[in-house]
């Protein structure tokens, strides 16, 4: 069995060289061909200085220098640390800052986007362009390499890693504060990719799509659960749903994963008869998808099976329903994976009865090793195990998700709510207090709250409340423009409310805090009949 990241690749190289890796585009490569470039990937990154434990940000879209840089950093023996391209500036930088990158590697017009925040870069050495050259004046504080230079290199990679070595950072949004970076070894990615391949029955002979982000850790292991079965992943950056159909019948796709926003829209469309000769299996994770988008699934795609799953990236995959008990639990999350061991349980660590909530607890070599840099988070999550699970290790720590679920008397689990005000939308996880503070930098703000409330598209909507600053009038229409025009220039698509409302005051907790549960509870209805 594969060990190392790496090893996946090396793997089918030499047992079948010819066999199509990956598609990006108009570029096709075999295994022994994805095999060569990462090589010279690697080597390029160690002539680089990279060393053991160097942490390289990629900042690109899905295309082929984006899985050669994360697949050879991992090689290399560095911690690769994929950015979301839709992010903007100033939350690259905090990654960049928090994770302490020396590498960042992107593209000309990525770069251009970043060069007001990379000169304050402490720890950034080298950018690497993959599509061009900048002007090395442009960057005088880093050594630029281009990418046809960093891979004209070749000879042996030396590395001194075990299956427990940090193979990747990726950064998730928590309730509070700004995105944390999950620690991920090389063994929680290689063992989480043969659990899928094993529930999903993944074959060298599948064709997998990929078009959810490669910083999602449901992106990242599609891509890695191809490469452990010796599978194609064709990459996608899509613009529209229907876009996704017509890849999926030309490329004659077996497998697609999304989120339920995506199946929302792909349930709405017409998909050719003939998709169902080769598409068999659908994944959603990232968020309940509601029976009314299963019903239309299955009739559009009748031959297809439909798994849920439900994951965190701090255990990088949990739960998933086998198609075959979805006809009788289609708003079940299923069972615990093959090497995953899960738990619901009280606040005192005892097991829950059926049916009463509790909180959902992960165990076994899935779970990811901590936060980094981020000791209060770590200790906070990743604790002893509860009474209801028999400690293996003096040192073994479990995730406490913070998730509150049931279990029914068959022993499936089903989602109930977070214990944090988490925002989940459209499959991404959405940091409340980051956005409350790019509403509070506009300077227009006295008192600013957001908050999720259901949504039928989106699964969550986000919603913002404010009260406006001093000498601004409650009903002035022009500032509740002014907030999303400054919330659009600094935050992706994903992040931006919803729904923008000034009130003169905002209810109080009796602790002299927002309260955002009331809040909540009075907007629950209000995107009911949105289209």
Not at 32 to 43: D, I, N, P, R, V
Not at 229 to 247: C, K, Q
Not at 360 to 386: C, D, K, M
Request: charge should be negative; glycine fraction near 8%; aromatic fraction near 6%.
């Amino acid at each position: 069995m594969s060990r190392l990241l790496h090893h996946l690749i090396e793997d089918s190289a030499q047992t079948e060289p010819d066999a199509r890796a990956l598609t990006s585009g108009e570029i096709h490569l075999s295994y022994g061909e994805f095999q060569h470039h990462l090589q010279s990937t690697a080597t390029g990154l160690q002539a680089l200085d990279l060393k053991s434990g160097d942490r390289v940000a990629v900042y690109l879209p899905k295309q082929l220098e984006t899985v050669l840089a994360l697949f050879a950093t991992a090689q290399a023996g560095g911690i690769f640390v994929p950015i979301n391209p839709l992010l903007k500036p100033a939350q690259v930088a905090h990654i960049l800052d928090d994770c302490g990158a020396s590498m960042l590697v992107t593209s000309v017009d990525r770069a251009a986007l970043l060069a007001d925040v990379l000169p304050t870069r402490k720890s950034l050495q080298h950018l690497i362009i993959t599509d061009g050259s900048v002007q090395p004046e442009v960057f005088p504080f880093l050594t630029v390499t281009d990418w046809q230079a960093l891979q004209s290199g070749n000879g042996p990679v030396y590395t001194h890693m075990t299956e427990n070595s940090v193979a990747a950072i990726l950064y998730t949004s928590g309730s509070t504060g700004l995105p944390k970076g999950v620690v991920l070894s090389h063994r929680n990615l290689v063992l989480g990719a043969k659990s899928v391949a094993q529930y999903l029955g993944i074959q060298a002979s599948e064709r997998l799509l990929a078009v959810l982000p490669l910083s999602f850790d449901y992106g990242l292991n599609q891509l890695i659960t191809a490469f452990h079965a010796g599978a194609s992943v064709v990459l996608m950056n899509y613009l529209l749903p229907r876009d996704i159909v017509r890849t999926v019948s030309r490329e004659r796709i077996t497998t697609l994963a999304g989120v339920p926003s995506l199946w929302m829209q792909l349930a709405a469309l017409d998909w050719p008869e003939e998709i169902g000769e080769h598409l068999h299996t659908l994944t959603n994770s990232g968020g309940h998808l509601p029976v009314p988008v299963i019903k239309n699934l299955q009739q559009r795609l009748p031959t297809s099976r439909l798994f849920l799953m439900y994951g965190l990236t701090e255990a990088f995959r949990s739960s998933y329903l086998p198609a075959e008990e979805l006809a009788t639990r289609p708003t079940s999350m299923g069972k615990a994976i093959p090497h995953a061991e899960l738990a619901v349980v009280r606040p005192d660590g005892t097991a829950c009865a059926p049916g009463e909530p509790g909180e959902l607890v992960h165990a076994g070599p899935l779970v990811a090793q901590g936060y980094w840099n981020n000791p209060i988070a770590t200790e906070r999550h990743f604790r002893s195990p509860p009474a209801t699970m028999p400690q293996r290790g003096i040192h073994e720590k479990v995730l406490w998700s913070g998730d509150t679920v049931t279990m029914d008397a068959d022993g499936y689990l089903y989602f109930v709510g977070r214990e944090d005000d988490m925002i989940k939308t459209s499959g991404y996880r959405v940091s409340p207090t980051e956005v409350e503070e790019v509403l509070h930098a506009s300077g227009q703000v006295n008192e600013a709250t957001v908050f999720s409330v259901p949504h039928p598209r989106l699964g969550q909507a986000i919603v913002a409340l404010v009260t406006p600053a001093a000498g601004t009038p409650v009903d002035d229409a022009s500032v509740v423009q002014q907030l999303l025009d400054n919330c659009q220039a600094v935050l992706p698509a994903f992040m931006l409310p919803t729904h923008i409302e000034q009130r003169q005051l905002l209810p109080k907790t009796p602790n002299g805090k927002i309260d955002r549960q009331r809040l909540k509870q009075e907007f629950h209805g209000h995107f009911t009949e949105a289209p």
